[in-house]
């Protein structure tokens, strides 16, 4: 038993608790019903009361060796504690066990979850009740969504919480292991039963989905959309047997609005993630929920603190790993790391469900500093890699005298080594699912979130403007079964959760703004396709809009003085976009100003806008720093 539990809690509930912590005859006539016994108040559902101190309650904990794990049984140290950073360190191979009385709905949680030394290590949390089996929690908690693990029943419960250090050194280091911080047991959370997301049963077998998002990728640097070098020998040996979307668009050119709106097929003006501020609303419907809810297992490897649960893209993933730099001991996480992240996942978590695999990349992303292997190919004449610094482009951004031709073509040979190291890291996933027979039953997306500007208006990286360097981006969708083909229809992110939802045969919630485009490669259907895409973006002082249709591209922008400027572009004639004819088709941007208000109007309903917590925030500043975001 653990015996100081309960001290710190405060008021009628300690008293609780305190009863709880006491011997089991005296708990099983307090726990008849829900809540405090007679005329004391209910726990409210989102009340967190703390049951148990994983840190405090170390002293009285049972610590091993875990026996099927001999390899790193005999060296790796037994598990300690550092009460006065709340830190509880499980080393791999070694397991920490408390027995306590697990009230109903009861949660493990914690702070930060992470490796130490050269570990690619998890942390297994099991529940033993002392009348029955073994039930796993999670086989990786730091990838426990929020760091919340759900483990108590309906009704109060003794038994045993297990931690196991799990994993291999990547070296011969005993000193490797899981740190975590603040580990506590909670009761009174939002879970009543055993899983995060408890999923029916799916009828037959859909379909499994991987996307696979490359973060900042512009199409025009992808072999199947036309580029002049191999930067994607995979990604277009993958295309090859793919729907290639050759019109698709970004609903705008930073991160998390991009991948808001693909994951809840709304618009960025209706999903409201939109500023750095902004998280992603809990009443958002995302994919990952509504595929859950159908029987999938859902989950997520990230490597964009953009897109981590601290902005709320956690939302309905069983599963959810964000992959940062002090795990890997760089500042920026590379693919290759991911699809480790991705095996592992796929190897020692996975179920038996069909499942949802969201996989996010930045390698094209700044800094542009790729591995020898594709530098030594692609950007061979550059001979100090630290232009790619976020330092260096950020002083190139802010001075366009230091702008010179060669520079801008050394920058875009270091990202093109970036997309063929992305590419290569591709490839090697898709070797992973043949040889574990993932490949036949499974709809594998490629696309980006937004391009990357090289000067070709002025400017440098992304989130600044929406040109076609930013909203061109590639889409490319491999279906079983279904024929491969190149789709010239304008196409939007809110529409891959609407065909992504369509495939696994889920109804999409009322209001999305996306469209399947099953249409698009079966031909069948009664109404034409619409062929168009909006655009947004509003940044700090930064904003604009686009309409993008097959003829023209309406675009406005807010100039440094604060002028709202509208230009007009020839989509055929002028792809790169460089030839404003505002001017003289002013009746033609009016009109397509018009059409662009109603759609927006006809979208309707927004929701509540959420600023995120300055202090969960913290916990990402460090890695949206090495990308270049603040
Ligand atoms: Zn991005």
């Not at 309960?6 to 708990?27: E, R």
């Not at 009828?203 to 994607?232: F, M």
């Not at 009016?590 to 959420?610: C, I, N």
Request: aromatic share 8%.
């Amino acid at each position: 038993m653990v015996g100081d539990r309960a001290q710190d809690s405060s008021g009628w509930c300690a008293a609780k608790w305190a009863a709880l912590a006491a011997p089991a005859v005296m708990v099983v006539a307090l726990a008849v019903g829900v809540g405090c016994a007679g005329p004391e108040p209910m726990i409210e559902p989102n009340e967190a009361v703390e049951v148990l101190d994983l840190v405090a309650g170390f002293t009285d904990a049972t610590v091993s060796r875990v026996e099927t794990n001999p390899e790193n049984g005999p060296r790796s140290p037994m598990p300690f504690v550092n009460p006065e950073r709340g830190v509880l360190f499980v080393p791999l191979g070694a397991a920490v066990e408390y027995e306590f009385d697990l009230p109903p709905g009861g949660v493990l949680r914690s702070g930060d979850a992470r490796n130490v030394g050269s570990a690619t290590g998890r942390l297994e949390v099991a529940w033993v009740p002392s009348n029955g089996a073994e039930v796993l929690i999670t086989r990786d908690f730091s990838a426990a969504p929020a760091r919340i693990a759900c483990f108590g029943n309906t009704e109060l419960e003794s038994g045993r919480l297990v931690i196991r250090g799990r994993g291999q050194a990547t070296d011969d280091d005993p000193q490797a292991g899981m740190r975590v911080f603040n580990p506590k047991v909670i009761a009174g959370g939002p879970c009543v039963t055993r899983r995060a997301v408890d999923r029916p049963r799916v009828e037959g077998r859909k379909p499994n989905i991987v996307v696979y998002l490359i973060d900042a990728l512009r199409a025009d640097r992808v072999g199947c959309y036309g580029y002049r070098r191999a930067t994607t020998p995979h990604i277009d040996e993958f295309a090859s047997s793919a729907l290639i979307f050759t019109g698709a668009q970004a609903q705008t050119s930073w991160t998390r609005p991009a991948v808001a709106s693909i994951l809840t097929g709304l618009l960025p003006q209706q999903h409201g993630a939109i500023d750095k501020k902004d998280a992603l609303s809990e009443s958002a419907t995302t994919l990952a929920e509504l595929l859950s809810g159908a029987g999938y297992e859902s989950s997520a490897v990230v490597s964009n603190g953009n897109v981590s649960q601290v902005y709320g893209f956690a939302q309905g993933f069983s599963y959810f790993k964000y992959l940062q730099e002090v795990e890997i001991g760089e500042h920026v996480v590379r693919s290759e790391d991911v699809n480790d992240a991705v095996f592992s996942w796929l190897d020692d978590v996975r179920g038996e469900d069909p499942f949802f695999l969201y996989i996010h990349t930045v390698d094209p992303h700044l800094p542009y500093a790729p591995p020898e292997s594709t530098r030594r190919v692609f950007a061979p004449g550059v001979l100090d890699p630290s232009i790619g610094s976020v330092e260096a482009v950020n002083k190139v951004a802010a001075d366009r005298h230091l702008v010179t031709p060669a520079l801008i073509g050394e920058l875009s040979d270091l990202y093109d080594g970036e997309v063929a190291a992305n590419d290569a890291s591709f490839g090697e996933l898709m070797a992973g699912l043949v040889e574990r027979g993932l490949v036949e039953n499974t709809v594998i997306v490629v696309l980006s979130d937004h391009g990357e500007e090289f000067f070709d208006h002025q400017g440098w990286t992304h989130g600044n403007t929406l040109y076609a360097e930013m909203l061109d981006v590639p889409l490319i969708i491999r279906i079983p079964g279904v024929a491969p083909k190149s789709i010239p229809e304008i196409v939007q992110h809110v529409d891959v959760f609407s065909t992504l939802l369509d495939l696994a045969g889920v109804e999409a919630q009322p209001g999305v703004f996306g469209t399947s485009v099953r249409q698009l490669w079966s031909g069948d259907s009664e109404r034409e396709w619409i062929n168009r895409g909006l655009s947004h973006l509003q940044i700090k002082e930064r904003f604009g809009e686009a309409w993008v249709d097959p003829g023209f591209k309406m675009l406005t922008r807010r100039l440094g003085n604060g002028e709202i400027r509208t230009s007009l572009f020839d989509r055929v004639e002028d792809p790169s976009e460089h030839v404003d004819l505002a001017e003289e088709r002013s009746e033609l941007v009016r009109a397509l100003m018009v059409r662009y208000r109603e759609e927006l109007a006809a979208a309707g309903g927004s929701l509540e806008g959420v600023e995120v917590d300055a202090e969960r925030e913290a916990e990402v500043e460090a890695q949206l720093r090495a990308l270049g975001y603040l």
